[in-house]
């Protein structure tokens, strides 16, 4: 049995980023599992729970049968109810407990892509009941196990890991919605070209150029004249579109040149993960 080659890079970046995620949390005391992330609610318990959740949904496993808690402030509609159920019922769980479960799910789970023989294209049920194809599925679950593993290395004060295989899956998942995000979200004018200049563990220069219907592309050509520049460095960038901290408190990371109000527009609609 084979792994298609169009999958592998995804299974080695899903397995080298959790199984970080595993050597971070093995050997934490019992009260660091509850130290605050970058994600609303969430501790460092709750987000590695969130991890072994959906990683057991794709594994096939039924979800629990689990009322929440009418008083989580972070829980404003039905994706974060959705979410939050994998989350709240491993709320009491200990760390030894939460260690041996993720080691478990990364076992069962390594072994299913292991094993894995369907196409990339085969689609299959994902979050929520939506159905994608194999390879999107995956690619998912690579965007969402690094961002997790960047939360898990903030709360704990143990960077790493930005210029891992995932952070390459991250980079070319996110740079499409750049686009939408400056167009439609920030209201570019027509006819304007918008440059993102990210240095650091991953680097790139991308141009959003608006068209007369109002309609933004991306590609990798330098504008000569960007009605906004915006530079900052990778984690910075990643923070800003996946959401983790308002955009005013990482601002003297970020260089603006240009108009100044599109680029507070555009920062400010840049977060397009839920």
Not at 33 to 50: Q, Y
Request: net charge negative.
């Amino acid at each position: 049995m084979t792994v298609h080659s169009k999958l592998q890079p995804y299974i080695d970046a899903w397995t080298h980023s959790i199984e970080a995620i595993s050597e971070l949390v093995s050997p934490l005391a019992e009260g660091e599992w509850n130290r605050a992330t970058d994600c609303p609610g969430w501790s460092v318990r709750d987000v590695v729970s969130h991890v072994i959740g959906l990683e057991c949904e794709a594994l096939g496993d039924p979800r629990p049968i689990h009322s929440l808690p009418r008083d989580l402030y972070h829980v404003t509609d039905e994706f974060s109810r959705y979410m939050e159920v994998q989350v709240d019922v491993r709320r009491c769980h200990t760390g030894p407990e939460m260690t041996a479960e993720l080691e478990y799910t990364i076992i069962r789970r390594a072994r299913q892509l292991r094993n894995e023989t369907r196409e990339p294209e085969t689609t299959v049920r994902s979050l929520m009941g939506k159905e994608r194809t194999l390879e999107e599925s995956l690619r998912l679950r690579v965007f969402d196990v690094w961002v997790h593993e960047q939360d898990i290395r903030r709360a704990l004060g143990k960077p790493g890991n930005l210029d891992s295989p995932a952070a390459s899956v991250v980079r070319d998942f996110l740079l499409p919605q750049l686009p939408k995000v400056v167009a439609k979200k920030a209201s570019a004018p027509a006819g304007s070209a918008v440059v993102f200049d990210v240095h650091g563990a991953v680097e790139f220069m991308r141009t959003v150029r608006v068209d007369a219907e109002g309609t933004g592309t991306i590609d990798g050509s330098v504008s000569l004249g960007p009605v906004v520049t915006l530079a900052m460095d990778w984690e910075t960038f990643v923070r800003l579109v996946c959401g983790r901290g308002r955009p005013e408190a990482l601002m003297e990371r970020v260089k603006v040149d240009g108009d100044r109000e599109l680029a507070d527009a555009i920062l400010a609609a840049l977060a397009v993960t839920p």
